[in-house]
């Protein structure tokens, strides 16, 4: 059974900076495509980054470009998210999501596994 669970999120100060784990299980991390989603109040889901399972190549948004970096270890079975230089506009609850392709476009619809979500709050 594919699960995926995030770690990391929490209250920081515009500025600050967090790293969002997620912890895959039930399958091997590294024949999947894996995904960094958030979704604000009133907002629709958004792809924030994506990494590949081949070659390792990423996207990101570009509101978190050269801010946000995702990597993946895949000995651990975890991918992460490092967000530096957060922003108000940041906040949301981030999900990691998977999908069993070499690549994946970084939109929601298609991949097919979730995690709960963790909560990210940016404010002072």
């Known amino acids: 059974q594919v699960q995926l669970v995030e770690s990391g999120g929490g209250l920081v100060q515009p500025g600050g900076s967090l790293r969002l784990s997620c912890a895959a299980s039930?399958?091997?991390?590294?024949?999947?495509?894996i995904g960094w989603f958030r979704q604000a109040p009133v907002k629709e889901r958004e792809g924030v980054s994506c990494?590949?399972?081949?070659?390792?190549?990423?996207y990101y948004a570009d509101s978190v470009k050269g801010r946000f970096t995702i990597s993946r270890d895949n000995a651990n079975n975890t991918v992460y998210l490092q967000m530096n230089s957060l922003k108000p506009e940041d906040t949301a609850v981030y999900y990691c999501?998977?999908?069993?392709?070499?690549?994946?476009?970084?939109?929601?619809?298609?991949?097919?596994?979730w995690g709960q979500g963790t909560q990210v709050t940016v404010s002072s």
């Open positions: 039930g399958f091997a991390l590294d024949y999947y495509s």
């Open positions: 990494i590949s399972s081949r070659y390792g190549s990423t």
């Open positions: 999501a998977a999908v069993g392709l070499l690549r994946a476009e970084c939109k929601d619809s298609a991949f097919g596994s």
